[in-house]
């Protein structure tokens, strides 16, 4: 970098997710941070990145295991976490063997495994030479992990808030378990993206047992999966934050996306809140089921939760953001430490999501003025060349992308501005006008 004769300023925008999930990694690195070697004896069995659980996981007892999995205790171990990824297995944890279409991770339990500190295995057949625990499931090792995800729910007597969108699924998140601390319950937000049914299901396994708030993400990209996903978690407020083009190929339109998005509310129970994007006309007509508690946030007068200012503060890397409680006509302003307009509406989101289970909302404005954004989500960096990176690189639609340009559009920079852009799939027979759109 520092061969560039001035300053630049670099956006690195998100690849998207590989057509190819079971077989490619769900990230390609356009940064350049520290990768990892391929070795023959690593599996990660997830169509996601799951690599660690969180320092604060639950320790599951080897009875705990059987009892959640239905399974069979061969052999006794410690209490440990649980992974399903051989490559960042820590001391201490159980290793959970999937087996997938084209990967079956019992092929991974080795010597080496023991070595680095697995205390344990989850897996339907017993393999030679492991002597550390060992928890014989019957049948299909996914069902085995969704049955103890299902267990994990069952036992969480919490609060669960659940979101999902087209864009701003883990930035929201954070937010809104930032804005729920002041509660006094612990809160807990699940890992980066874990949002598939391996990451819902390692979310749940993973809440503290003394969390009184847990915070998903769900992502889909069929219909269908979403109502799994709810089913699953069982949340108690739901928030769906906007339908955008994103996942066309299998959902061919917006609407077939709005629908899909939709399973979101599909079974809410009376008294559950439901928290939606008035600004959104297909998120806004999503139909909420009797009972049920619904919300709106947004730009619109409509919105419960209102936001009528967000501004560039500085040199652009912070946001201001002007909210208003409609019910009330109460207003916060705070500024957020963060890139880009498009994160106030994440804010007010989860304004919305704080402000209906009785957090003031001058107490949101605070909280949320301690933001950190989320690795690769608008995160910016300044080289000691002084080259600014705005680190966008986790995954892309047209609406993150053109998001993510206008946010480089709008930064302070003495040189040039420099966009450095992946491919986005999944956009079916549109691939090529969106990708022409964007360029």
Same mark, same amino acid.
């Given at each position: ?9 670099? =956006? ?14 769900? $990230? ?17 069995? #997830? ?34 976490? &649980?992974?399903?990824?051989? +490559? ?36 339907? +057949? ?18 085995? !992990?969704?049955?103890?995800?299902? =267990?994990?729910? %069952? +036992? ?22 930032? @804005?729920?601390? #002041? ?84 079974? *809410?129970?009376?008294? /559950? &809140?439901?928290?939606?994007?008035? /600004? ?11 009972? @049920? +508690?619904?919300?709106? =946030? ?5 919105? /419960? ?19 208003? !409680? ?8 705070? $500024? &957020? ?7 106030? $509406?994440?804010?007010? *989101?989860?304004?919305?999501? *704080?402000? #209906? ?22 995160? =910016? ?13 986790? %995954? ?8 993510? &340009? ?12 420099? *966009?450095?852009?992946? /491919? ?16």
């Amino acid at each position: 970098m520092a061969a560039f004769p001035f300053p630049y300023t670099f =956006f690195l925008t998100k690849p998207s997710i590989s057509k190819s999930l079971t077989t490619r990694p769900h $990230v390609k690195l356009l940064v350049s941070p520290t990768t990892r070697k391929n070795t023959s004896k690593t599996c990660s069995c #997830s169509a996601q990145n799951t690599r660690r659980a969180p320092s604060n996981s639950p320790l599951w007892t080897v009875t705990d295991i059987a009892q959640a999995v239905g399974g069979k205790i061969v052999k006794w171990g410690p209490p440990g976490t &649980i992974s399903i990824d051989t +490559r960042t297995i820590e001391p201490g944890q159980w290793f959970f063997a999937i087996t997938g279409e084209n990967v079956d991770a019992h092929d991974f339990i080795t010597l080496d495994l023991s070595k680095s500190g697995c205390v344990g295995v989850i897996g339907n +057949r017993v393999c030679e030479n492991w002597e550390m625990g060992f928890v014989q499931v019957d049948g299909d090792t996914v069902s085995s !992990l969704l049955k103890m995800a299902a =267990f994990a729910r %069952n +036992r969480f007597v919490g609060k669960v808030i659940a979101v999902t969108g087209s864009v701003g699924k883990t930035s929201t998140k954070a937010m809104i378990a930032l @804005a729920l601390e #002041s509660l006094g319950s612990k809160v807990y937000h699940s890992y980066e993206h874990w949002n598939n049914t391996f990451g819902v299901s390692l979310s749940l396994i993973t809440i503290p047992r003394d969390a009184g708030i847990a915070v998903l993400e769900m992502g889909m990209n069929r219909k269908g999966q979403l109502l799994e996903l709810t089913r699953l978690g069982r949340p108690d407020i739901r928030v769906i934050l906007k339908v955008a083009t994103a996942h066309l190929e299998n959902l061919v339109s917006l609407e077939g996306v709005a629908m899909a998005k939709g399973e979101m509310f599909q079974e *809410a129970k009376p008294g /559950d &809140i439901c928290v939606a994007n008035a /600004d959104d006309p297909f998120v806004k007509s999503i139909p909420v089921p009797q009972g @049920a +508690r619904r919300v709106l =946030f947004g730009r619109s007068l409509e919105s /419960d939760v209102r936001l009528v200012a967000a501004e560039r503060v500085g040199s652009g890397g912070s946001v201001g953001v002007r909210v208003v !409680l409609q019910k009330n006509m109460e207003m916060v302003e705070f $500024v &957020i430490p963060t890139l880009g307009l498009h994160m106030a $509406v994440n804010a007010c *989101a989860a304004a919305a999501v *704080a402000t #209906s289970m009785g957090v003031p909302l001058s107490q949101v404005g605070r909280s949320l003025s301690r933001y950190i954004p989320v690795s690769m989500r608008s995160e =910016f960096v300044v080289a000691k060349s002084g080259i600014k990176i705005v680190n966008d690189a986790f %995954n892309a639609n047209p609406v993150s992308t053109k998001a993510g &340009i206008d946010t480089l559009k709008n930064i302070d920079c003495d040189g040039k501005r420099v *966009a450095i852009l992946g /491919d986005m799939f999944e956009l079916g027979t549109h691939e090529i006008e969106y990708h022409e759109e964007s360029s």
